[in-house]
C-alpha cells in the first residue's frame, strides 16, 4: 500500500457547540464565517466560553486528512510548526496517537488556535490564531522529511507562503510523489486565482474543491469547472454537498452519490473526503470506489463533533470497506 504526507497549518482546534447564536452577535462574529485573530482576542473567546465544555484536538486542514488516512490504515505523515507550549505537546500526542509520523518544527510563537462555534443547525464559524503555524518556512524543508512517501497532500491555506509551497513540490517532484491539493477555502482561491492555475497546471496531480472553490478557481459553475480543472491536472473532484460530488479524469467522468448522514457539525467533511480518496488511490482502487470510500468518510466525520471520526463511524468504515474490496 502507498503513502502519504501531509503538510499545513498545525491548530488545536478548540470545538464549542453554542445554544444559540448570540455569542457570535455579541462579538462581532459573522456566521459561518472564519475571521483571522490575534492571541489576546482568542484567549478572551475562549474564557467567556469556557463553562460550555469546550473540546481540544489537533486540527487543521492538512492534519485532519491525515488523521483519517491514519485511520484507514494508511502510512500518514505530517508536517508543521508548532509552538513549545502545552497545545504544541497536545497536537504532537495527538498525531502519535493516531499513528502519523510527526515532523513538528518549533517556535517560540504560541501554538496556533482555531477557535470553532458550532450553530445548533451545525453551521461553524471561526476564530482563527495562526500562531507559530505559519512561521514554517520554505528553508526548514529538508528533502529527508519526504522520504518513504508516495503522495504529497497540501492544504490550501498554504498558498499565502508561496515559497513554502514551491519548495514542497520541488521536492515532491524530485521524488516522483504525486502530489494532491485541497483547496481550502473560496476567499483563499480568490486573492490567488492565476497563482493557483499556473501552479496547478505545472505541478499538482489532483485537485479537491468544493463548488464554491471551483467557481472562485474557474468561474464557472460545477460540471463546467470540472471539465476545466481536470483539463490542467489528472484527478479532478469538485463537491457539491448534499449532492454528492464530480470526479474526472481524461476522459472519464462520473458522480459518486453522497451517503445519508444524521449531520451534527460539517468539520473537516472535506478534509476526511479527501482521507477517503487518497486512501483508495493508495490501494490502487478503480476512481469509483476511490470516491465511494470518499463520500462514506465524509459522511461519517460530520456525525460527531469536530474533524474525527467516531467508535462507531470507524466501525461503520471498517465494515464499508470491506464490502469494496
Not at 491548530?11 to 452577535?25: A, G, I, R
Not at 464559524?125 to 526548514?140: I, P, Q, R, W
Not at 472553490?213 to 471539465?227: C, H, N, R, S, Y
Not at 478534509?271 to 470518499?294: I, Q, R, T, V
Request: charged share 20%; aromatic share 8%.
Amino acid at each position: 500500500m502507498k503513502s502519504v504526507l501531509g503538510i499545513g497549518n498545525a491548530l488545536v482546534d478548540v470545538l464549542v457547540q453554542l445554544k444559540d447564536d448570540s455569542f457570535l452577535e455579541a462579538n462581532n462574529l459573522p456566521k459561518g464565517s472564519m475571521q483571522l485573530v490575534d492571541k489576546p482576542a482568542v484567549d478572551n473567546l475562549i474564557k467567556q466560553i469556557a463553562h460550555a465544555g469546550a473540546k481540544q484536538t489537533s486540527g487543521g486542514s492538512a492534519a485532519n486528512t491525515m488523521h483519517g488516512l491514519a485511520g484507514l490504515g494508511c502510512k500518514s505523515g505530517y508536517i508543521g510548526k508548532v509552538g513549545n507550549d502545552y497545545r504544541g505537546n497536545l497536537f504532537e500526542s495527538d498525531l502519535r496517537q493516531s499513528k502519523i509520523i510527526p515532523t513538528l518544527l518549533k517556535s517560540a510563537t504560541d501554538t496556533g488556535v482555531a477557535l470553532s462555534l458550532i450553530s445548533k443547525d451545525s453551521e461553524r464559524t471561526f476564530a482563527t490564531f495562526l500562531g507559530a503555524a505559519v512561521e514554517l518556512s520554505a528553508e526548514e524543508l529538508l528533502p529527508k522529511y519526504f522520504d518513504g512517501y508516495d503522495y504529497l497532500h497540501l492544504e490550501g491555506y498554504l498558498i499565502f507562503n508561496k515559497a513554502l509551497v514551491e519548495k514542497a513540490l520541488e521536492i515532491a517532484k524530485s521524488k516522483n510523489m504525486k502530489v494532491s491539493l485541497d483547496l481550502a477555502s473560496y476567499n483563499v482561491v480568490e486573492a490567488n486565482r492565476d497563482y493557483l492555475l499556473g501552479l496547478i497546471e505545472k505541478s499538482v496531480d489532483i485537485v479537491f474543491a468544493n463548488e464554491m472553490e471551483a467557481k472562485a478557481l474557474t468561474g464557472l459553475e460545477p460540471e463546467q469547472a470540472l471539465e476545466k480543472i481536470s483539463s490542467i491536472c489528472d484527478i479532478a473532484i469538485v463537491k457539491i454537498g448534499s449532492q454528492g460530488s464530480l470526479i474526472k479524469s481524461g476522459e472519464k467522468s462520473f458522480k459518486a452519490e453522497p451517503i445519508v448522514a444524521k449531520a451534527i457539525d460539517t468539520t473537516g467533511a472535506g478534509d476526511l473526503y479527501a482521507s477517503g480518496f487518497l486512501n483508495g488511490l493508495c490501494c490502487e482502487w478503480p476512481l469509483e470506489k476511490c470516491a465511494s470510500l470518499a463520500s462514506f468518510t465524509a459522511g461519517k466525520v460530520v456525525e460527531s463533533i469536530g474533524a474525527k471520526i467516531s467508535f462507531t463511524g470507524w466501525d461503520e468504515l471498517a465494515h464499508f470497506m470491506l464490502s469494496l474490496r
